[in-house]
């Protein structure tokens, strides 16, 4: 008998055919919620958004609604859609076309837009400007704040973040070098140990 109903659940849990729980019509369709979700890795992208979203939530305390931009923001996935999951009215800019593309094809948030363009291109006003791992890729870096600042609202905050030259990455890079800067005087000091003991045996 215990056989007999182990059987008759395996038949119940298998599919039938031609019947499917959701179409994919409707899967397309359906809001995906925290589709952006971070996860920590060696660059430290879940520390960075906690670290903006905390200087964002504290701005925005207290005062209703507040425009968020978000100058270099890729496809959108590291700050520009996460914040917009939490509600807050944001638009990400970059340069790059392609990522930009990517970003407006994946947004399902109407709070939330991408458009492609300059820091120097942007017209409107915003409460909150956020720069995250760009400022150390640009060659005027004063200029780049000044035109940030043009763009802020009378008591509106710049939200900056740049590599510290201390992170998980560099820390790896370091260890990378050194180990193959190890390796490679291990092979010359090799070679050269070779060159020398043949240069006996000739004499």
């Known amino acids: 008998m215990p056989i007999l109903v ?3 659940k395996k038949i119940l849990r298998k599919p039938i055919r031609g019947v499917t729980k959701e179409s994919n019509v409707q899967k397309d369709l359906r809001p995906k919620a925290k589709k952006y979700s971070i996860k920590e890795n060696s660059y430290g992208h879940l520390k960075r958004f906690k670290f903006i979203l905390n200087a964002v939530e504290s ?11 978000d100058v ?19 638009q990400g800019i970059d340069i790059d076309a392609e990522p930009i ?11 939330i837009s991408f458009e492609c363009k300059s820091a120097n291109e942007v017209t409107d006003i915003y409460d909150v400007i956020i720069a995250s791992e760009i400022i ?6 004063v200029d780049f ?9 009378k008591d509106g905050i710049i939200i900056i973040t740049t590599p ?7 820390n790896e890079a370091r260890m990378l070098k050194r180990i193959l800067r190890n390796e ?9 140990r070779k060159t020398r003991n043949k240069i006996t045996l000739n004499e």
């Not at 701005?59 to 931009?69: Q, Y």
């Not at 593309?101 to 709070?111: E, G, R, V």
């Open 6 to 8: 182990s059987k008759i």
């Open 59 to 69: 701005f925005a305390k207290d005062k209703g609604n507040v425009k968020i931009l």
């Open 72 to 90: 270099g923001c890729g496809t959108g996935g590291s700050i520009t859609m996460p914040l917009g999951e939490e509600g807050y009215i944001i």
């Open 101 to 111: 593309d990517y970003a407006n094809t994946c947004n399902l948030y109407n709070n």
């Open 136 to 141: 150390e890729h640009i060659d005027n870096p």
């Open 145 to 153: 704040l000044m035109s940030l600042k043009n763009r802020l609202s």
């Open 164 to 170: 510290n030259g201390y992170g998980w990455s560099e």
């Open 184 to 192: 490679l005087l291990k092979v010359v000091l090799s070679k050269a």
